[in-house]
């Protein structure tokens, strides 16, 4: 079981041990901002925040004489403030846990405990991003737009089709186009396979006389966290 390296009181911290608390800190929060850093998007100052956010958790903690509850209700008063940047995706806020997680643990003396969570967490995600865990390299979600001429009857006109390709289809949106002579139906599919998504395109341009196909990303907005 790891010893805290704190043999007195919080009270009673010298200059040194201060050094070293805000100094491992520091250093843990540039190993946070490195890893976040990894095969992923960011803003400099998203970064900049990471690596200075343990040591102001520490700084709390020390302040209220190690009292982790006391610390947490002052670092809660934080959260009431609004800011304008939008809510990060899952990505952001595992690093501002793990940014917390390591000013906890210095600033309670845990110096030991912070390296060793650290370097553990860090090789975990190194490892997650580089073999792509999670990743769905072949089942996709698309946003179809199929153009037909107007005078085709579209109900059930490519339900069969598209369920060759695709697990779940649904016809989200009919439109008319160019001053009513076509019509746009929006499709949702979940490909069985995203290598296959040209062929499906060609399947569908024989089906509709060559109009216009129009195959997109879905919005992962909604599927974020």
Known sequence: ?????VKSSMVNLDVWQ???YSGTSVLLGV?????HMYRNTYSQSFIVTLTILPILVQSVIM???GNVGTGIAVLGAFSLIRFRSV???AREISSIFWSMGIGLATGMGYIMYALIFSAFVAVVLIVLTRTRFGSKSKVAERSLRISIPE???????????LQSYGYEISLEQVRTTNMGSLMELRYYIKLKNV???KELIDAIRTKNGNLPVISGRVSSIKAEL
């Open 1 to 5: 079981m790891l010893e805290n390296v």
């Open 18 to 20: 201060i050094i070293m």
């Open 31 to 35: 190993l946070v901002a490195c890893v």
């Open 63 to 65: 302040l209220v004489n």
């Open 87 to 89: 809510a990060g995706g």
């Open 151 to 161: 005078d085709i009857d579209y109900a059930n006109l490519f339900d069969d089709l």
């Open 195 to 197: 290598e296959q998504e």
